[in-house]
């Protein structure tokens, strides 16, 4: 596939993805509440989001000039900007959801204030550590990979330690909102279309990253594939977990429409 082709193909994608966010913030909206979704759910569907595109900023700022090491060009192409936007439209997404479902009733005062303070907590070890860095020690003084401290610490510490712990809350997401949906008779503010179109898009996306960034090359099946994951697989595992984790969901909740239109039926023959 050459450049133009990829890159229209990337612009697709961007595409897609803010649409698949329209239909469930529609539902929110029209019904001004957030009732049947989960805030917890979205929250941690956001710190995924949050995450990478965290590490994928720190890199396309700071760490391009890594030589054989980077996983983008030197200096950033403009395929490498498109890749970030899709990281850019991803969180923007979830942070919509998240101020959405955030304002709108019913009241749930212990779970937005922990929310909330667990948010701001996780933008602290985020992106504000890449905006402090940008601030003291700015990509054009000569900045390569990992000469500084601060750089190689945030990375290193994201992608070793950060990244695999949000990928586990991201799969955790499924169990809180499978809580929530199998806890009530309707399905409330949730929107079925939504999640079929996530699970869709964000599947496609996921194995796209597999072909978007190329690792440097290990010896070994079991250090190479380490290795991918940890510099590029990344982005494609939070993505299929999250289409996995809408997809479920989806199914969860068209058995529970099913059940409930049985029962609606039924209930008149048995007075």
Not at 16 to 24: E, K, V, Y
Not at 172 to 182: A, D, G, K, P, R
Request: glycine share 10%; proline share 5%; net charge negative.
């Amino acid at each position: 596939m050459n450049s133009v082709t990829a890159n229209l193909a990337k612009i697709l994608l961007i595409a897609l993805t803010a649409s698949s966010f329209r239909p469930q913030i529609h539902e929110i909206r029209k019904r001004s509440s957030g009732e049947g979704i989960s805030l917890t759910y979205i929250l941690l569907n956001l710190v995924l989001a949050t995450e990478q595109l965290a590490i994928y900023t720190h890199i396309i700022i700071f760490d391009y000039k890594g030589g054989e090491e980077s996983i983008i060009a030197n200096p950033p192409g403009f395929g490498d900007w498109l890749n970030w936007t899709q990281f850019v439209v991803t969180w923007l997404g979830q942070l919509t959801l998240f101020v959405e479902v955030f304002r709108f009733p019913p009241p749930r005062p212990l779970e937005r204030t922990w929310g909330l303070m667990f948010y701001i907590f996780f933008l602290c070890i985020s992106l504000l550590p890449i905006i402090l860095e940008l601030v003291t020690e700015p990509p054009w003084r000569e900045h390569r990979a990992y000469d500084g401290w601060f750089g190689g610490l945030f990375i290193g510490g994201h992608i070793l330690f950060v990244s695999p712990v949000v990928t586990f809350l991201g799969l955790l997401s499924l169990f809180v909102q499978l809580w929530e949906t199998l806890s009530r008779d309707t399905l409330g503010a949730l929107s079925t279309e939504g999640l079929a179109w996530q699970a869709v898009v964000f599947a496609v996306v996921g194995v796209s990253w597999v072909f978007r960034m190329g690792a440097p090359s290990r010896p070994g099946f079991f250090s190479g594939f380490m290795n991918w994951l940890s510099m590029v697989g990344w982005a494609a595992l939070d993505n299929l977990v999250f289409a996995f984790v809408q997809g479920l969901l989806f199914f969860v909740a068209k058995g529970r429409i099913g059940s409930n239109s049985i029962a609606g039926e039924v209930a008149p023959l048995l007075e």
